[in-house]
């Protein structure tokens, strides 16, 4: 996702003179691309996040449009303050953009695992949050948030360290409809509804393919844009489908099946059964991606499971 999102900032950087681009010291043999193209509109912070945060609201309230880019959770949770008062309340068009999201750099530990964000960017004012499923999304989505006046949350995944058979597969063959705000169908079924955001998504088209086998029709929705949540996408699952399952990479507090959750809570559809899969709070083993996924119920097998118990439940 990283490799599509700065292919594609490049591209339009160099349409647009007002992009920037500052990173926390971090992004070496990925950002190359944008600095040796842009020396003038790109800044290596060093590690001071929450100073690169500020410069980049400063730089947007000159009429420019800033990224700012680092591993997991700097960009975000270490600089939290400067992006609510500095960038969210004065509506600066700065884009946080966060790559590693989820569990990637599991091997690293907690310090790593950038699993709350999704939770505490969402509740800041004047944030929208995109976390792209593959990286066709990767590239629509940066197109979409240039284009989108305000502050947002770009949150990418990455090639897990050493881990070659998570290498983040292409789901989308050809480039959807891509809005935010607006869910992207992948799968149409009739029994229950897959939601997934993030990198999550091949996991949950191959859950929903496992289920087919079994003769189970299961619907496949593509939620990149966790704020604003789309509405009446999840209503409308509701109303043809018997059971929701979100599935994240995130904890299970203040997350999609959160924002799902609440959408289903409002409309007051009891009718529904709803289950959302993710990490429990106080979920801070170390190991790979594919080792703490597995730990955690979500791989294909797992969501599958779970889908069958509670189909038989419902």
């Known amino acids: 996702m990283r490799s599509a999102f700065i292919e594609t900032l490049c591209e339009l950087a160099a349409k647009d003179e007002r992009i920037w681009l500052l ?101 800041l004012p004047n944030m929208t949050v995109v976390a792209p499923g593959d990286p066709v999304e990767s590239r629509l989505a940066t197109r979409a948030i240039v284009a989108h006046s305000g502050p947002c949350y770009l949150r990418l995944g990455a090639d897990p360290l050493g881990e070659k058979a998570l290498q983040e597969p292409i789901v989308h063959k050809a480039d959807p409809a891509f809005v935010l ?20 998504l091949k996991t949950v088209v191959e859950a929903a393919e496992e289920l087919a086998g079994d003769g189970i029709e299961a619907a496949v929705l593509s939620l990149h844009t966790v704020k604003p949540i789309d509405q009446d996408a999840i209503l409308a699952a509701a109303d043809k489908t018997r059971l929701i399952m979100t599935v994240e990479e995130h904890s299970l507090v203040g997350g999609l099946g959160s924002a799902v959750a609440e959408v289903l809570a409002k409309a007051r559809l009891g009718r529904v059964a709803f289950c959302s899969l993710g990490l429990e709070e106080g979920s801070m083993r170390r190991g790979s991606q594919q080792y703490l996924r597995e730990h955690a119920g979500l791989t294909p097998e797992s969501i599958a499971a779970s889908a069958r118990t509670l189909l038989e439940a419902s």
């Open 181 to 200: 705000g607006r869910a992207i169908p992948v799968r149409e079924g009739k029994q229950l509804t897959l939601m997934s955001t993030g990198g999550m």
């Open 23 to 123: 990173t926390g010291d971090l992004g070496f043999s990925v950002l190359e691309r944008f600095s040796d193209r842009f020396p003038d509109r790109f800044v290596n912070a060093g590690v001071a996040e929450q100073n690169m945060t500020s410069v980049a609201a400063g730089l947007a309230q000159c009429g420019k449009i800033v990224f700012t880019y680092s591993i997991a959770n700097f960009p975000t949770l270490r600089c939290l303050e400067q992006i609510r008062n500095d960038v969210c309340f004065h509506n600066a068009n700065v884009k946080v953009t966060a790559v590693g999201g989820g569990l990637t750099y599991g091997t690293l530990g907690y310090t790593h695992h950038s699993v709350e964000d999704l939770a505490v960017l969402r509740s």
